[in-house]
C-alpha cells in the first residue's frame, strides 16, 4: 500500500467521522430548541376559576406562549373535542392538533409535542391536589391519560 493511499484513507476515516459528529451535535441542538421553544396553547376556562389562573401561570412558567380565553360554559368546546364526561375537568386547552384537559404538567405537554403521538390530547380528569395549579398542603397521586382517536384511553404519565 502507499502512502498516498494511506493518506486517501485517513482522510476519508477523518471526513466521515468529522461528519457524524457534526450531525449529532446538529441533531440534539434541533431537539432542545424543540422543547425549549415559545410554543403556543389556547387555554378556555372560566373566568372565576383560581386553579385555572394557576395552571396558565404554570404554562407560562415553563416556556408556552398562552391565549387564555374566559367562557362562562366550556361544555360545548370539551364536545366538540370528543371528551368523554368521566375524563374531564374544569379547564381545555388546544396545542398544535392536540388538546390537553385539566391539570396536565407542561412537561407532558411538550413530551406530546415532541413525540407527536397518533392520539386526540392528554387529559388529568378532576382536579388532583397537587397537580399544577393545584398545589397545596396535600399531594395526591395521579395519571395523564392519552386518548385515541377510537376513544380508547391509555397511561401516558403517572404522579
Excluded at 10 to 35: G, M
Excluded at 73 to 89: C, F, H, P, R, V
Amino acid at each position: 500500500m502507499s502512502i498516498k493511499s494511506i493518506f486517501t484513507q485517513c482522510l476519508l476515516l477523518i471526513s466521515v467521522f468529522v461528519l457524524s459528529v457534526t450531525t449529532t451535535l446538529f441533531s440534539k441542538t434541533n431537539q432542545a430548541n424543540a422543547t425549549n421553544e415559545l410554543v403556543e396553547i389556547t387555554v378556555y376556562k372560566t373566568p372565576t376559576c383560581g386553579c385555572c389562573g394557576k395552571w396558565v401561570d404554570h404554562l407560562k412558567n415553563n416556556g408556552f406562549k398562552v391565549n387564555a380565553i374566559n367562557q362562562t360554559d366550556l361544555s360545548s368546546i370539551k364536545q366538540q373535542l370528543g371528551i368523554a364526561t368521566n375524563l374531564q375537568a374544569c379547564h381545555t386547552a388546544k396545542v398544535g392538533n392536540y388538546f390537553v384537559e385539566g391539570h396536565v404538567p407542561a412537561s407532558d405537554i411538550k413530551k406530546m409535542l415532541l413525540t407527536k403521538p397518533d392520539i386526540k390530547g392528554i387529559t388529568v380528569p378532576g382536579m388532583p391536589m397537587g397537580s399544577p395549579g393545584m398545589e397545596g398542603a396535600r399531594v395526591d397521586k395521579y395519571d395523564v391519560l392519552a386518548i385515541h382517536k377510537d376513544q380508547k384511553v391509555t397511561l401516558f404519565s403517572r404522579y
